[in-house]
Each structure stands twice: as C-alpha cells, then as structure tokens.
C-alpha cells in the first residue's frame, strides 16, 4: 500500500524476480502468500474482503504468467546479446527503457486491485492504515537520520560490491575501487521521498474520505496508483533524473573492465533466469 522502494510495493517484486540469486521458481510460486502479507502488514481485512483479495491475487498472477513473463525473457535475451558485445550509451538506454515498460505495465494492472480493495475499507480500517503509514514515515526519517553521510555512502558501496559480484563473480580490485567511489555522485532524495509520500498519502486519505460517487472515487483512486509522480516535487524528479543518469555512467564506466571470464559468468546468470521464465511459462499452458 505504500509507495516505498524496494520493500513494500507489489511493483518491487518483478524486481525481486530478475534481480534475486534466489530460486526464482519457488519465489515466484509463492507469490500469492507474499502479496497477501503485504497487504496484511496495513490493512486488518475481514474474511469477505481476505477472499476478495485471494481471488484478485490469483487474477493478477495468472494475468502476469500468461502476459509478462514471456517479455521478460524475451528482454533478457536481449540485455544478454548487449552484455555479450558490451554495453554503449544506446543500449543502456534500451535496457532502462524495458525496466520502465514492465513496471508501467504493473502499475496499470494493479490499480485497479488497489482501488477496488480501497473501497471496501470501513472507517476504523482506513484510520488504521494511515496510523500505519504515518509510523513507517517516522521509521524511514528516523533510520535514516542514524547515519552518518560516510556510512550511507560505505553502506551504498557495499550494495554495489554485492549486487556486481552477483552478476559477474569475483570483481578485480580495480572494479572494488570503482564500485566504491560511486555512491558520493548521488543526491540524496530523502527529504523530497518523504515529503513525496506524504502528499501522496495525503492525497488517498481525502479520496477515501470524500462523499463522493463511487464511480468518481474509483477513478481518483486509480489515478493515485497509476501516476503518483504527480505528486513528486519538481526538486524530487530532477534529483531522480540525476540518480538515474550515475546509475547509466556507473554502468559505462564499469564496462571497460568487465573480464571475459566475468561476461560468462554473466552469460550464465541471464540463462539461468530465462530459462525458470521459459519452465514457469510452460508448466501455465499446462495447466
């Protein structure tokens, strides 16, 4: 129910799928007991709501399975043959314009689950959920006030070591020195990220409590889900905008001293999840 990234949103776990070293197959066959907790971390449902969001799960599984994970193995063939020659400033941009596709793709799939799962709330259940919202704005400035800039930036060059040596294995010390420099090009959005959710939460508690048509509440309630980059500041988008393109550079940089070893290893990866996609598509036709 929140707009939090990676962590809480049904968005994230298509990332979750192409990006886990987990078994991609028994994550993505649990699915349904994920997007349920999820659900069940804001809203205490009743029984009719809890079956009502069972058999919306199921529909949005089924229609990912039977729509989605063919393009993502298609993309990933694609991101291989890029990886294979080396990645240039054009395919980079392919490759983030894909990322991009699938989650819009979600994001339209899934408002509406949301917006019609938002309509059956009562009042002590929306009261609940925003006190649960509010706590998690409190959480997230607080963690985050409990470090200091060097480690956030120590932190952040930890995750690139990881999320690098599980694509590619053992990285040179030149890659380490590299990977470990890059956090400090990043802006922080934390400030604008919270004031962000903030508005947006705003935003879906007067929907919720307006008395308005159903019909008209319905459609602002999907709109929040599909384009809730209305209510980033201009600050926010272009500090995003920013993070975005040292995300690209990083990748540019990086790519001169991938070894031909690590673009196997690489080579091996990709295969490895196209290939769960390719068995998860056809055990769907099968049943």
């Known amino acids: 129910m929140t707009l939090r990234i990676p962590k809480r949103t049904i968005l994230s776990l298509a990332a979750l799928l192409l990006l886990s070293a987990c078994g991609v197959k028994t994550i993505y066959n649990n ?46 063939k694609e991101i291989k043959t890029f990886t294979a020659k080396g990645i240039d400033d054009e395919s980079a941009e392919i490759i983030f314009a894909k990322f991009l596709e699938r989650w819009t793709a979600m994001k339209t799939k899934v408002a509406p689950e949301m917006a019609a799962l938002f309509l059956t709330l009562n009042e002590k259940q929306i009261k609940a959920l925003f006190i649960r ?25 930890e995750r690139l070591l990881e999320n690098f040596s599980d694509w590619l294995g053992p990285l040179s010390e030149e890659q380490k020195e590299l990977l470990i420099s890059w956090p400090p090009r990043f802006q922080s ?21 307006d008395d308005i048509p159903t019909e008209e509440k319905r459609t602002r309630l999907i709109a929040l889900t599909e384009k809730p980059e209305d209510y980033q500041s201009e600050q926010y988008k272009a500090q995003l905008v920013h993070n975005s393109k040292q995300v690209k550079a990083l990748i540019l940089a990086f790519g001169p001293t991938v070894t031909n070893e690590q673009k196997t290893y690489l080579a091996e990866r990709l295969d490895y999840f196209i290939r769960n996609f390719e068995e998860l598509i056809e055990e769907t036709r099968q049943n």
Do not use: C, P, S
């Not at 919202?133 to 120590?154: A, H, R, V, W």
């Not at 934390?190 to 947006?200: D, Q």
């Open 31 to 76: 699915l349904d007991w994920v997007l349920e907790g999820m659900v069940d971390d804001y809203i205490d449902l009743t029984d009719t709501q809890e079956e009502d969001v069972d058999k919306r799960i199921a529909q949005l599984l089924k229609w990912h399975k039977e729509t989605q994970l063919a393009e993502y193995v298609n993309d990933l």
């Open 189 to 209: 959005t934390h400030e604008n990220r919270l004031v962000f959710r903030e508005k947006w939460q705003l935003a879906l508690k007067q929907v919720l409590d």
């Open 133 to 157: 919202l509010e706590e998690e704005n409190k959480e997230i400035d607080e963690e985050y006030k409990e470090t200091t800039e060097e480690e956030k930036n120590i932190e952040g060059g």
